[in-house]
């Protein structure tokens, strides 16, 4: 039988592991859509392992069904669970993260659907019908999050539009538009100057951050290992990282850890104890206080509820 420490270095769902110095090299990647069938839609399951830094031109649809991990989208950095669905403009950098659970992740674990907004077009789009389409896109430009049951009223839609062309295609991705629509939970990713704040140089400090934590999240992280890592003094970096983040650099890898957390604590039958030392919390009094202060519930609670 595998040790613990051998079987969760398989289950444990760490990012994928990437070099700093090539993850995000750049502030973003220009990724090329390829509308191999003339159409101006294109909807088609997630295989990647994600991780990319990456803008398109193109709007982006995400349901992500089987997997979690971190969502950036812009200057917004999330956790996601199963169920996460975001609408991204053009044009506007964005990358996910994924825990692997296992050695791969879950087959077709999410959808995608890129599309042009001339594919719909002016004309159309001009239409007093099409007014609530017309603000959805306008909302777009900061990244929109959508609720779980938004995510799965749309999930068969998206499936099926994976499948069908021509004006079954259209139908499926209008059925989309619509419930996306009438959402009433939808939330604004994006602060609202990101556009007109985003800076390159500071845009990578954060990049590396992030990626030095989901790297290290299991080991101790000091704000000032991080701080050299950003080029900047520890205070300065600590408002840099808060303004940028909308959290404390603290507050933050906590709730990565305690996000790790909750999936061994759903998934599998580790003891507790064991579970802090490996997701890096320094004692099991602290992973307590924590996991409460994010979950509102106790571990041994919220393994409950799962059993």
């Known amino acids: 039988m595998k040790s613990f420490s051998a ?27 390829s509308y191999d069938d003339g159409g101006g839609f294109i909807a088609e399951y997630i295989t990647d392992t994600g991780g990319m830094w990456h803008f398109h031109p193109e709007y982006e649809l995400v349901l992500n069904i089987k997997s979690n991990g971190t969502r950036i ?6 956790l ?53 389409v017309r603000e959805l896109l306008a909302q777009a430009d900061r990244g929109i999050g959508f609720s779980v049951e938004d995510a799965k009223k749309v999930e068969k839609h998206l499936v099926e539009m994976t499948g069908n062309a021509g004006i079954e ?19 604004l990713l994006c602060s609202e100057n990101y556009k007109q704040v985003y800076d390159e140089r500071g845009n990578k400090k954060m990049a590396d951050a992030y990626t030095y934590v989901r790297e290290n999240y299991f080991k101790p992280i000091s704000l000032e290992k991080v701080s050299k890592i950003a080029q900047m003094n520890p205070y300065a970096f600590s408002r840099f990282f808060k303004k940028n ?11 990565v850890r305690t996000n790790k957390a909750c999936y061994l604590l759903r998934e599998t039958e580790y003891q507790i104890h064991d579970i802090a030392v490996e997701c890096g919390f320094e004692s099991i009094s602290n992973f307590n206080k924590q996991f409460r ?15």
């Open 7 to 33: 079987e969760i270095d398989v289950i444990l769902f760490k990012f994928e592991r990437i070099p700093v110095k090539l993850y995000f090299l750049m502030i973003a990647e220009l990724e090329k859509i």
């Open 245 to 255: 983040s909308g959290a404390g650099f603290v507050e933050y890898v906590n709730r």
């Open 169 to 187: 295609k259209m139908i499926d991705f209008f059925n989309v538009v619509r419930i996306m629509c009438q959402s009433e939970k939808k939330i």
């Open 73 to 78: 989208v812009g200057d917004s950095v999330e």
């Open 80 to 132: 996601f669970d199963q169920y996460d669905m975001v609408l991204v403009a053009g044009n506007i950098p964005h990358s996910w993260n994924y825990y692997k659970p296992e050695k791969d992740l879950p087959e077709k674990h999410g959808i995608v659907v890129h599309f042009r907004q001339s594919s719909l077009g002016d004309a159309l789009l001009g239409q007093h019908e099409m007014h609530c």
């Open 293 to 307: 202060k994010t979950e509102g519930i106790s571990p041994r609670d919220y393994r409950a509820q799962y059993r």
